[in-house]
């Protein structure tokens, strides 16, 4: 039974789902800051800190499916413990790690259990609340993830220059912790399907093919696209991506039923999706990264400049998620990335004078303005459009999604940015941080459709 948006209950289904998805979203983006820190203490140079990214990304991005199916399988609870324990796991293997090496792997672990924690923790919000109070629980849940995710850099830039970048990720013991608690008073809402099954095969080609792709698209500036030990595992990872597909067209109990892509909003939406975080990614690690090595900013002022952006996507979210109601998605997925390519455009104005306030400010609220109007009804529009039992897996695919687009762009770093994340390379990740938004904006604008109150569908 759903419960009212005034109940005790519905309080706690969304304190629960934000709690224990904010933490694998801040994690995702307080390295950004902590960048330079690593590399100072541990040593390697670009290609080891975008790896400190993007083996986090890698298990996320690649694992998320198979932990949706799990979700929607065996329960969002049980789901939930297991990724919470595990990322708790990590984070102090992170937080104590003596070199990049280990460094890497924990993130990796760190990046298995947060799959865990974003498909179940929304499902809960999608299997336990509809109408109104659904619709208010994710554009609340999305407000606080996001701005977890925003506020990051911030997190991360006060523990580096006040105590130690380490404690950016050993800090996650708390609200693992509190989530725990609030877990007990939520009762036993699991339900476990009779036919559960889980494709081990399935989540070890997807892990493997996005594994090799990535780390030939991490590598190649290094070793050049004729090394053997870029073009082969390359190739192994294309065909076992390819082979992941195939076998989800066959196997009983597929971690991506193909059936949901036939859904004109949900493919249209993830499209989008693609488009608009592979460019949230791109400049949150330039901005983070440059205004430490480039602009000679400290790790807290350098976090600092995301604050005007979580803030205007807090303010804007839950007012949005009406408006919504009342105007359709369609605008908001069209406008709202436009307002953000205006933001990275202004970033143009950075020199080699830096100044904060005239260069980087005004173009990061246009930024926040833009994201704020942007990611509520874009969540809501995607997870409207499939129903039923596969919320859990709708969840999981648009979160693969989004944290597949960030891996890619990041992997690409060193071709975006011309090799060096000098003034002209932050020039160049904004243009094509813009060019990225219009590409979402026009995928929004001709695909998205207003959906009718029947249109979910149950796949």
């Known amino acids: 039974m759903s419960a009212p948006t005034t109940s005790p209950r519905f309080g706690l289904i969304v304190a629960i789902a934000a709690l224990a998805s904010a933490v694998a979203f801040l994690d995702g983006t307080v390295v950004n800051v902590a960048l330079p820190a690593i590399r100072d203490e541990l040593g390697g140079g670009l290609s080891t800190q ?4 993007d083996a986090y990304l890698l298990t996320l991005s690649s694992l998320i499916l198979f932990a949706g199916s799990v979700s929607d399988a065996f ?34 672990l760190q990046g298995a259990a947060g799959a865990f924690l974003v498909p179940s923790s ?17 554009g609340q849940w999305t407000a606080w993830t996001t701005g977890a995710n925003l506020a990051g850099p911030l997190i991360g830039g006060l523990f580096v220059d006040l105590l130690s970048w380490r404690f950016a990720f050993l800090v996650n013991i708390l609200p693992i912790a509190v989530t725990f608690v609030l877990l007990t008073r939520l009762g036993d809402v699991d339900r476990r399907r009779d036919d559960a099954h889980i494709d081990l095969v399935s989540a070890a080609l997807c892990t493997l093919g996005l594994g090799g792709i990535v780390f030939a698209l991490i590598e190649q500036p290094n070793l050049g696209w004729g090394h053997p030990a870029i073009w082969m595992p390359l190739t192994a990872g294309i065909l076992l991506f390819a082979a992941f597909l195939l076998r989800q067209r066959t196997v009983r109990s597929p971690i991506l039923p193909l059936g949901i892509f036939r859904v004109r909003n949900f493919w249209t939406g993830n499209l989008a999706t693609f488009f608009i975080y592979a460019a949230l990614s791109l400049n949150g690690f330039v901005v983070g990264v440059y205004l430490q ?62 100044d904060y306030w ?38 999981a695919t ?36 813009a060019i990225l938004m219009v590409a979402g904006a026009l995928v929004s604008f001709l695909g998205i459709r207003r959906p009718a109150a029947t249109d979910a569908q149950s796949i």
């Open 50 to 53: 975008q790896w400190a990214v």
């Open 75 to 108: 329960g969002r609870v049980l789901v939930l413990r297991i990724g919470l324990i595990g990322f708790g796991i990590a984070s102090i293997g992170v937080g104590l790690a003596p070199d990049p090496v280990v460094l890497i792997i924990a993130r990796a």
């Open 122 to 138: 929304l499902a809960l919000i999608t299997s336990l609340l509809n109408g109104p109070a659904q619709a208010r629980a994710i």
């Open 293 to 354: 090595q480039g602009a000679g900013l400290s790790a807290t002022l350098a976090g600092l400049s995301s604050l005007p952006t979580t803030l205007a996507l807090i303010a804007l979210s839950s007012v949005v998620g009406g408006w919504v109601n009342r105007f359709g998605p369609r605008l908001f997925m069209t406008v709202g990335p436009l307002v953000m390519a205006v933001g990275a455009l202004m970033l143009l104005a950075v020199q080699k004078d830096f």
């Open 358 to 395: 005239t260069q980087v400010l005004p173009g990061l609220i246009v930024f926040g303005l833009g994201l704020g109007v942007t990611v509520s009804p874009l969540t809501s529009t995607i997870l409207g459009a499939i129903g039923g039992e596969r919320s859990g897996i709708a969840s």
């Open 398 to 433: 648009n979160n693969a999604v989004s944290r597949i687009a960030g891996l890619v762009v990041i992997a690409i770093l060193a071709v975006i940015i011309g090799g060096s994340l000098d003034l002209d390379g932050f020039h160049r990740a904004a243009l094509i941080t």
